[in-house]
């Protein structure tokens, strides 16, 4: 089982940059593969990015490709997300999920995903 934890979530210009962290504790993280979701005020969670339990394969929403970089390090547990040049569309309470590499389960439905952060608050202003 993975505890999640995300972190790096603050107020922001629009243009700025930031980077969200999110941290596990529990073993096998390195046997999850990690998704980046969110959610703004009265809208659906949204798919965000993803990555592959290897760090090698990476996956984005039309909405972020070009602007959002995901990383990982399995050694510390640890799943980033780089956001570029963010705007006020990019404002959402953004959440860090794991599926186990074995799933076969589409990679940017939030029900594919068995672990959840509490999630971290971006707000982007104009």
């Known amino acids: 089982q993975l505890q999640l934890a995300e972190s790096g979530g603050r107020l922001v210009q629009a243009g700025e940059s930031l980077r969200l962290s999110c941290t596990s504790s529990?073993?096998?993280?390195?046997?999850?593969?990690m998704g980046w979701f969110r959610q703004g005020l009265g809208k659906e969670r949204e798919f965000v990015g993803a990555i592959s339990s290897h760090g090698a394969d990476t996956f984005y929403a039309d909405s972020v490709k070009g602007r959002f970089t995901i990383s990982r390090n399995n050694a510390a547990g640890a799943v980033y997300m780089q956001m570029n040049n963010v705007g006020p569309a990019d404002t959402a309470v953004y959440y860090c999920?794991?599926?186990?590499?074995?799933?076969?389960?589409?990679?940017?439905?939030?029900?594919?995903?068995?672990?959840w952060g509490q999630g971290t608050q971006v707000t982007v202003s104009s």
């Open positions: 999920a794991a599926r186990h590499v074995l799933s076969n389960d589409p990679i940017d439905a939030a029900g594919s995903y068995q672990y």
């Open positions: 529990g073993r096998a993280f390195s046997s999850h593969r």
